[in-house]
Protein backbone atom coordinates (compact mmCIF):
# COMPACT_ATOMS: atom_id res chain seq x y z
CA UNK A 1 0.00 0.00 0.00
CA UNK A 2 1.32 3.62 -0.61
CA UNK A 3 0.29 6.86 0.41
CA UNK A 4 0.05 9.23 -2.28
CA UNK A 5 -0.58 12.78 -2.24
CA UNK A 6 -4.07 13.20 -2.75
CA UNK A 7 -5.10 9.33 -2.42
CA UNK A 8 -4.42 5.70 -0.72
CA UNK A 9 -3.13 3.48 -3.80
CA UNK A 10 -3.34 -0.95 -2.83
CA UNK A 11 -1.86 -2.79 -5.32
CA UNK A 12 -2.97 -6.97 -4.52
CA UNK A 13 -0.92 -9.58 -6.45
CA UNK A 14 -1.45 -11.52 -9.28
CA UNK A 15 -3.45 -15.00 -8.95
CA UNK A 16 -4.21 -13.81 -4.81
CA UNK A 17 -7.84 -15.25 -3.33
CA UNK A 18 -8.90 -12.21 -1.46
CA UNK A 19 -10.15 -13.64 2.15
CA UNK A 20 -11.75 -11.65 5.04
CA UNK A 21 -8.04 -11.56 6.84
CA UNK A 22 -6.52 -10.01 4.02
CA UNK A 23 -9.34 -7.52 3.68
CA UNK A 24 -9.50 -6.84 7.56
CA UNK A 25 -5.65 -6.10 7.42
CA UNK A 26 -5.61 -3.66 4.02
CA UNK A 27 -8.38 -1.60 6.10
CA UNK A 28 -6.49 -1.79 9.26
CA UNK A 29 -3.48 -0.32 7.54
CA UNK A 30 -5.71 2.26 5.25
CA UNK A 31 -7.00 3.72 8.32
CA UNK A 32 -3.32 3.85 9.90
CA UNK A 33 -2.43 6.07 7.26
CA UNK A 34 -5.28 8.02 6.77
CA UNK A 35 -5.52 9.36 10.61
CA UNK A 36 -5.97 12.78 9.22
CA UNK A 37 -9.50 11.24 7.62
CA UNK A 38 -10.90 9.45 4.69
CA UNK A 39 -8.90 9.64 1.47
CA UNK A 40 -9.97 8.16 -1.79
CA UNK A 41 -8.48 4.81 -2.35
CA UNK A 42 -7.23 3.37 -5.66
CA UNK A 43 -7.01 -0.31 -5.67
CA UNK A 44 -5.38 -2.57 -8.11
CA UNK A 45 -7.15 -5.83 -8.86
CA UNK A 46 -4.81 -6.72 -11.41
CA UNK A 47 -5.77 -10.69 -12.29
CA UNK A 48 -6.86 -11.22 -8.73
CA UNK A 49 -8.18 -14.85 -8.93
CA UNK A 50 -11.31 -14.67 -6.14
CA UNK A 51 -12.21 -13.04 -3.84
CA UNK A 52 -14.31 -15.00 -1.34
CA UNK A 53 -17.87 -14.06 -0.25
CA UNK A 54 -16.46 -13.22 3.59
CA UNK A 55 -14.54 -10.31 1.75
CA UNK A 56 -17.02 -9.43 -0.36
CA UNK A 57 -18.93 -8.65 2.56
CA UNK A 58 -15.96 -6.84 4.25
CA UNK A 59 -15.62 -4.65 1.15
CA UNK A 60 -19.65 -3.59 1.04
CA UNK A 61 -19.18 -2.62 4.67
CA UNK A 62 -15.78 -0.92 4.56
CA UNK A 63 -16.00 3.04 5.10
CA UNK A 64 -12.00 3.55 5.17
CA UNK A 65 -12.06 5.62 2.40
CA UNK A 66 -14.65 8.10 1.26
CA UNK A 67 -14.51 7.16 -2.78
CA UNK A 68 -13.05 4.27 -4.44
CA UNK A 69 -11.20 3.62 -7.77
CA UNK A 70 -11.14 0.00 -9.10
CA UNK A 71 -8.52 -0.71 -11.14
CA UNK A 72 -8.69 -3.95 -13.13
CA UNK A 73 -7.58 -5.15 -16.69
CA UNK A 74 -10.85 -6.29 -18.28
CA UNK A 75 -14.43 -6.78 -17.90
CA UNK A 76 -13.74 -10.37 -16.30
CA UNK A 77 -12.54 -8.10 -13.52
CA UNK A 78 -15.74 -5.38 -13.35
CA UNK A 79 -17.88 -8.56 -13.59
CA UNK A 80 -15.57 -9.72 -10.16
CA UNK A 81 -15.53 -6.85 -8.39
CA UNK A 82 -19.80 -6.30 -9.20
CA UNK A 83 -20.51 -6.03 -5.53
CA UNK A 84 -18.47 -3.51 -4.81
CA UNK A 85 -21.13 -1.25 -6.59
CA UNK A 86 -23.90 -1.77 -3.37
CA UNK A 87 -20.57 -0.94 -0.55
CA UNK A 88 -20.56 2.01 1.91
CA UNK A 89 -18.81 4.18 -0.37
CA UNK A 90 -18.86 5.50 -3.64
CA UNK A 91 -16.91 2.96 -6.14
CA UNK A 92 -16.48 3.12 -9.75
CA UNK A 93 -14.54 0.42 -12.02
CA UNK A 94 -11.73 2.05 -14.57
CA UNK A 95 -9.57 -0.02 -16.74
CA UNK A 96 -7.30 3.16 -17.34
CA UNK A 97 -5.28 4.68 -14.05
CA UNK A 98 -5.18 7.98 -15.32
CA UNK A 99 -9.04 8.27 -15.57
CA UNK A 100 -9.34 6.81 -12.54
CA UNK A 101 -7.24 9.20 -10.50
CA UNK A 102 -8.85 11.85 -12.49
CA UNK A 103 -12.17 11.04 -11.23
CA UNK A 104 -10.65 11.53 -7.37
CA UNK A 105 -9.83 15.14 -8.57
CA UNK A 106 -13.92 15.99 -8.22
CA UNK A 107 -13.63 15.27 -5.01
CA UNK A 108 -9.93 16.31 -3.89
CA UNK A 109 -8.93 14.52 -0.47
CA UNK A 110 -6.92 16.55 2.13
CA UNK A 111 -2.86 16.20 0.56
CA UNK A 112 -0.38 14.32 2.75
CA UNK A 113 3.40 13.78 1.95
CA UNK A 114 3.78 10.52 -0.15
CA UNK A 115 5.00 8.04 2.43
CA UNK A 116 4.25 3.89 1.89
CA UNK A 117 3.22 0.67 4.21
CA UNK A 118 4.72 -2.29 3.16
CA UNK A 119 2.12 -4.99 4.32
CA UNK A 120 3.47 -8.57 4.63
CA UNK A 121 1.03 -10.74 4.58
CA UNK A 122 -0.50 -12.87 1.22
CA UNK A 123 -1.69 -10.90 -1.43
CA UNK A 124 -1.00 -7.08 -1.31
CA UNK A 125 2.09 -5.75 -3.08
CA UNK A 126 4.01 -2.72 -3.98
CA UNK A 127 6.01 -0.22 -2.25
CA UNK A 128 6.00 3.52 -2.97
CA UNK A 129 8.25 6.29 -1.50
CA UNK A 130 9.29 5.63 1.90
CA UNK A 131 8.50 6.74 5.73
Known amino acids: MSVE????????????TMTGNDVRRTIGAVDAVSSAGRRPLLVHIGSVEQITREARE??????????????????????????????????????DEAEAIAGFSSHPAKALRRSTIMLTYQGVIGVRGSF
Open 58 to 95: LLIADTCSMRTAVLGMDQVSKVMTAFAYTSATPTEFFT
Open 5 to 16: PNFNRIIWAPGV
